[in-house]
């Protein structure tokens, strides 16, 4: 089945350091979503890439996808302690007959040090 | 406000009986989804619908059970043979249109002694 590999599973980083959160697939996504989980929350939705090689921005974080739209990215600049949180990736199949089902990668949980 | 409730946000079980956890939506949502979160595992889909009284069986079904009898209730059952039940669990919904995400409920965290 379809498998959605993110990593690193953890990253400590100081404040107003970079962060960078890396999402695989093993096939192609129609699209790849990303969301937010704050410690002891609900993930939130955050953006999606649907285009080969696009990439999106909101504030200090900036999203890319692949050309082959089998692996996207997930870089914030200069972190600040609100950025906590589990980081995960999310891909719909794209064939076969699970339409509909989302995948997620396993999250990168970032550590922000003031 | 539109969203997804979840209840309890706590439940506690001793071993050996079946739980059943809500979930509602006034989002007017076709689709509905069931994920459990392990420390470390990320979300993992359990079972997901995309349209009443039909539902399709995700990674990890073995164990659970659900019903969706109405477009704004999807329940899921913990049965008795689900060998590590406690978990943190998740329900979402979204549109069902290829590119639509996923909104989540605050979920309810399931511990089973």
């Known amino acids: 089945g379809q498998q959605v590999m993110q990593i690193p599973q953890y990253q400590h980083v100081q404040e107003g350091e970079d962060f960078t959160t890396y999402c695989n697939s093993s096939?192609?996504?129609?699209?790849i979503q990303w969301y937010k989980q704050r410690p002891g929350g609900h993930p939130v939705f955050l953006i999606q890439?649907?285009?080969?090689?696009e990439v999106k921005k909101q504030k200090r974080l900036t999203f890319q996808f692949g050309e082959a739209k089998k692996n996207s990215s997930l870089h914030i600049t200069a972190t600040q302690t609100t950025d906590v949180g589990t980081y995960f990736c999310?891909?719909?199949?794209?064939?076969?007959?699970?339409?509909?089902?989302?995948?997620f990668g396993q999250g990168t949980i970032l550590t922000v040090h003031p | 406000d539109g969203g997804i409730t979840q209840s309890p946000k706590y439940l506690f079980r001793k071993e050996g009986q079946n739980v059943t956890l809500s979930c509602e939506q006034n989002l007017n949502h076709d689709a509905m989804y069931w994920y459990r979160q392990d420390p470390g595992q990320g979300l993992r889909l359990i079972y997901y619908?995309?349209?009443?009284?039909?539902?399709q069986k995700g990674d990890i079904a073995e164990g659970y059970s659900v019903s969706r009898e109405k477009k704004e209730s999807f329940p899921l059952t913990v049965t008795s043979a689900q060998k590590n039940p406690t978990a943190f669990y998740l329900c979402?919904?979204?549109?069902?249109?290829?590119?639509?995400?996923?909104?989540f409920g605050n979920g309810t965290r399931l511990t089973v002694t």
């Open positions: 096939t192609t996504l129609s699209n």
């Open positions: 999310a891909g719909p199949y794209a064939g076969g007959t699970s339409y509909g089902k989302l995948t």
């Open positions: 890439l649907v285009k080969s090689g």
């Open positions: 979402a919904s979204r549109r069902m249109d290829y590119n639509s995400p996923l909104h």
């Open positions: 619908s995309q349209i009443v009284n039909d539902f």
